[in-house]
């Protein structure tokens, strides 16, 4: 339990971070925000709480076929704001996308033979 919760922690600080330094720069902040540190957080863990290199070697490779679809994800939002769309409702726009993205990219990976 304590571990969740260094865990927990460690994570919010990282997002509480992204969101100061946005507030002063939202370049800085993007820059940030776009490093893969809740990926590289989720494989310390995961070597952490099992030690299997199979297994952090299928979760690695798992994420590059995840980050692909969630990329128009920063294009989409943007354009929705720019045009007057409000933030909640580009958000939700955004990440139904990325949901609609993810669901072809398992469909399309399946027909080449990658299981996500």
Do not use: E, K, N
């Amino acid at each position: 339990m304590l571990a969740l919760i260094v865990r927990a922690m460690l994570s919010g600080v990282i997002v509480a971070l992204v969101a100061l330094i946005a507030r002063r720069s939202p370049a800085a902040g993007a820059l940030v925000a776009s490093l893969p540190l809740v990926s590289v957080l989720g494989m310390i863990w995961l070597w952490h709480d099992t030690r299997d290199p199979v297994r952090l070697a299928d979760h690695a490779q798992a994420t590059v076929w995840y980050v692909l679809p969630s990329l128009p994800m920063f294009l989409l939002i943007p354009a929705l704001l720019r045009h007057g769309v409000g933030f909640w409702s580009a958000l939700g726009a955004g990440c139904a996308v990325t949901f609609l993205l993810y669901l072809a990219t398992v469909a399309i990976a399946a027909r080449f033979g990658v299981t996500l």
